[in-house]
């Protein structure tokens, strides 16, 4: 649809801001031969392409907008024809949900799609992937995307998939990372675990897991949590360790292993899955280390799902050290619980932090039973300790 909707032709409005230049018959031929491809795509897309610009004649000559009711592409063209840079951008949310990012820059555009040297940027106004395009698709030998967790992919991009022999997944920070093969699935095949102390990103296998472990995904069942419970997440390693809490009568909390900076992932939360309505059935004792996967932007058709450790993987289990973060109420909550997709674990919860975090300090999550309207919060939040 790129293509169709910046070639000129039927069904489209266009409005001239520059003097018209006749075209040769050679011109006007490459210019009506995209007009069956326009009407197409117009129809396709359900709304008529308006065009403002420059004009040489029938056809666009020079900079240019092509708006729809769901997008807008700035590009500029030679007699009709889009040369480049091409941006477009998503004006829809619906259709945004679908879109790779809400705006793309591209060096050019052919009729497969967009393609050349690619800039994603969000609406935020952060940039989510650097790289190349091919048909309209992530498509290069090195590319970079940035997650909503503040973790990398960077590596090979083949048709809009990540993955190649040789791919990292870069951990928030940019210290530790995973290293190895993701298949064409996008999925991680086989991964070794590195740590820089300096940045410089030498190839050092990681001194917290086990040397040589090979990484793979490893999402949790209903009765697993992960076939490997006992090798830790490495990132989590150098950000975070366990010890006795300083709340009264809390057993195990979480603290900062090094000075964190604010807006951080530094820990996971996994555990087997289960649906929520079970979960809303069972006692709380059996919620202790229970809490609810998808919320808000990131509701899918598996919304209702939760993550629980039952007691009999809690003595063996510590592949992932979220579910030791205790309860504070604020002002005294450092971090924050977070949906996240780790190339390990799947989807699960992560946390962040709020505010820097002193090395040696616990961290403390509002487990928002405060907010509770369809069941009474546990025994243990009505009593609980608090923070003076």
């Not at 390693?237 to 009568?249: D, F, G, K, Q, V």
């Not at 979480?254 to 979960?279: D, Q, S």
């Not at 205790?326 to 450092?334: E, L, Q």
Request: aromatic share 10%.
């Amino acid at each position: 649809g790129v293509w169709a909707l910046l070639t000129a032709g039927p069904g489209t409005r266009e409005t001239a801001d520059a003097p018209a230049v006749a075209l040769d018959s050679t011109e006007n031929a490459r210019a009506a031969a995209h007009e069956a491809s326009l009407e197409f795509a117009i129809d396709d897309l359900g709304n008529t392409a308006v065009f403002t610009g420059q004009m040489s004649g029938e056809w666009r000559n020079g900079a240019g907008r092509v708006t729809t009711s769901t997008v807008t592409v700035d590009a500029v063209w030679s007699r009709g024809v889009p040369t480049g840079p091409i941006t477009w951008t998503c004006t829809d949310s619906e259709a945004e949900e679908s879109a790779i990012a809400s705006t793309v820059t591209c060096e050019g555009v052919t009729p497969d799609g967009l393609c050349g040297a690619a800039t994603e940027v969000d609406d935020d106004g952060d940039v989510r992937f650097t790289g190349g395009y091919a048909a309209g698709a992530r498509h290069c030998d090195h590319g970079v995307e940035t997650l909503p967790c503040g973790a990398q992919l960077s590596g090979r991009w083949v048709q809009g998939v990540f993955c190649g022999p040789d791919n990292r997944y870069i951990y928030p920070g940019g210290r530790t990372w995973l290293q190895g093969t993701w298949d064409a699935e996008g999925q991680m095949l086989a991964a070794q675990a590195y740590f820089s102390d300096d940045g410089n990103r030498d190839v050092v296998p990681h001194a917290d897991v086990p040397r040589g472990h090979v990484f793979s995904l490893d999402q949790s069942d209903a009765a697993e949590p992960s076939s490997a419970p006992t090798v830790g997440d490495p990132h989590e390693r150098t950000c975070t360790y366990p010890a006795a809490s300083e709340l009264p009568n809390s057993g195990s909390g979480l603290f900062a292993r090094v000075a964190l900076p604010a807006g951080m992932v530094v820990a996971y939360y996994n555990g087997v899955r289960l649906p929520v309505e079970v979960a809303n059935e069972r006692s709380w004792d059996e919620n202790a280390y229970t809490i609810s996967l998808y919320s808000g932007e990131h509701e899918t058709d598996d919304d209702g799902m939760a993550l629980d450790l039952p007691s009999a993987h809690l003595p063996r289990y510590c592949a992932t050290f979220g579910h030791l973060v205790n309860h504070a109420d604020p002002p005294h909550t450092n971090v924050e619980f977070e949906y996240c997709v780790h190339p390990r674990f799947g989807e699960i919860k992560c946390l962040r932090t709020l505010v820097d975090i002193a090395q040696g300090s616990e961290l403390y999550a509002d487990y928002g039973y405060g907010e509770f309207r369809e069941r009474t919060p546990p025994p243990w939040f009505q009593e609980r300790a608090t923070l003076k």
